[in-house]
């Protein structure tokens, strides 16, 4: 099983654009909700948004909402989270996160008990 954040991350400038992508191996993406979660320095980590599995409904984290948008393609296994306007408190590492339980994801709610984690992606938004 390997579950991973890939491409996208990096350093961007204030008001910049990011497209981070979570792709699994061995992990059906299509029967899980997914979720974006960061970690900011000295901060815990919080959720940042989450789409269902059937059917794909979206949650945002309310001072995200209109910046950054979730999104899936089971054909390909892969999951995105395309973020604009970043500003420098949207540093940090970005996590997807997988779960079985339909619904588990939608309060974007850190439990300890997430059945999948991917690995990290740094975001660092400085000029």
Sequence with gaps: LRFSCRRG???VQPGGSLRLSCAASGLNLANYDIGWFRQAPGKEREGVASISSTPDIASYENSLMGRITISRDNA????YLQMNKLQPEDTAIYYCAADGRPGYLSTLTVYDDINHWGKGTQVTVSS
């Design 9 to 11: 991350g990096g350093l």
């Design 76 to 79: 390909k296994n892969m999951v």
